[in-house]
């Protein structure tokens, strides 16, 4: 492998979601280069958006477990909301189109055996190694490939280990999944060398000297419309454009198993009340919603005067109600982050995609489906992302996270 190849200096790169026409671009020291990102809304079809999001939660709490009983497989729930990366793979380049995970590790590609199977370049090396990623949310087994993987037609990282799936599950009109969480994730997704880690994408850029740090900084925003160009992803640094500041850093918890992801500990309150005492939890890219264990949920509830809704399974409020709705904090470190009622409910617009009516009124707070002290009392989605920036440094062990123009914004 080409660890030792510092070729290009310090850098900050970010990766966009949608695909263009290839292009290079002049990479400088320190300056960020901005592309654009696209979140996309699947039609949940029969499945609920609750469903899946809770379906997700309870994989994210038995996969350490799993990883040490390969054979076990979780129920499979397509997600919700999803946020696409372009990548290709070899030479001469295959695009696929992959969910951006921050709770998975693994990259692997060939989910559309119909649509947009892989097919091995000549760049590509065969390990012969069976690899699989089984969890309760699309997953997959396959074999292991050696290649380049090129993010947005601008950095090539050589020699990046990918599955290559025979048989996946769960997944609509999607490639695979760009894994950008902890590298120990990956660990017993072999099946010959079950203790042995797979360095990520991250890993590698950096220790290609692609990028001068292991930071990736994420900037979602709210959006009224699918398939719509809302944020980016920063390799190597973060985009000070896209947040109001300050930064504040946290390390990653102690708490399993919350430990195994990008992982922290904060306190929620409705209306400066507590509902949610400190406690673990996780930040993660593929969970739709805001999620807090049954307890808090239940006292968020009752506080807003909100009702479960039974076409999408999530909390649905008058508009007086609405009118009436407090703030939620979220207390992270030293700072706390205001939403404001905006920020808690579901973009109106978007309503016939969760299966939902085009006057409703829902919150995008919903329940974990567990009480807190389990280790993983609540998971911040993309709900909270796209009002939150956030930092995953996995070289320092800590999240980071700021205030955004869209924080406060009236998007809704």
Not at 236 to 256: A, H, M, Y
Not at 266 to 289: C, F, K, S
Request: proline share 6%; aromatic share 8%.
């Amino acid at each position: 492998m080409l660890f030792n190849m510092r070729f290009l200096s310090a850098m900050v790169l970010t990766l966009t979601l949608p695909l263009f026409t290839r292009a290079y671009v002049v990479r400088r020291d320190d300056v960020p280069i901005t592309l654009p990102v696209v979140k996309r809304v699947n039609t949940p079809g029969t499945a609920k958006p609750l469903e899946s999001d809770q379906a997700r939660a309870r994989a994210l709490k038995e996969l350490p477990q799993i990883h040490r009983r390969p054979h076990k497989t979780l129920p499979a729930t397509n997600q919700l909301g999803t946020y696409i990366a372009t990548v290709s793979i070899g030479e001469p380049a295959q695009s696929f189109s992959l969910l951006v995970d921050t709770a998975s590790s693994n990259t692997w590609v060939g989910a559309q055996p119909v649509s947009n199977p892989y097919h091995p370049s000549a760049t590509a090396h065969d390990t012969g190694e069976w690899v699989s990623v089984l969890y309760g949310a699309p997953g997959f087994t396959g074999e292991e490939y050696y290649d380049t993987v090129t993010l947005h037609a601008c950095l090539d990282i050589n020699n990046q280990s990918f599955g290559a799936a025979e048989g996946t599950y769960g997944f609509d009109r999607i490639d695979g999944i760009l894994g950008i969480g902890p590298t120990a994730l990956t660990i017993g997704t072999l099946r010959l060398s079950p203790n042995q880690s797979i360095p990520t994408v991250t890993d590698n850029a950096y220790s290609q000297g692609l990028i001068h740090n292991k930071k990736v900084g994420i900037s979602f925003e709210p959006t009224t419309s699918n398939l719509d160009t809302n944020g980016e992803l920063t390799f190597g640094g973060v985009n000070e454009d896209k947040f109001t500041g300050p930064l504040q850093f946290v390390p990653i918890t102690t708490t399993s198993p919350a430990n195994n992801y990008v992982g922290i500990d904060q306190e929620i309150a409705y209306n400066n009340q507590t509902i949610l005492p400190r406690t673990a939890g996780i930040v993660d890219t593929r969970t739709a919603l805001v999620l807090l264990a049954e307890d808090a949920y239940n006292k968020y509830q009752t506080a807003t005067g909100a009702t479960v809704d039974d076409d999408t399974g999530l909390l649905k409020i008058t508009p007086a109600q609405y009118e009436n709705l407090h703030s939620l904090l979220f207390k992270i470190g030293s700072t706390t982050y205001v939403f404001t009622a905006n920020a808690q409910i579901w973009p109106r617009a978007l309503n016939n995609e969760i299966g939902g009516k085009p006057d409703g009124i829902y919150l995008v707070v919903a329940n974990l489906g567990s009480l807190s002290g389990e280790g993983l009392d609540f998971i911040l989605g993309c709900a909270f992302l796209e009002r939150v920036y956030h930092v995953y440094d996995s070289e320092n062990d800590q999240a980071g996270f700021a205030a955004t123009p869209f924080t406060h914004a009236t998007t809704n």
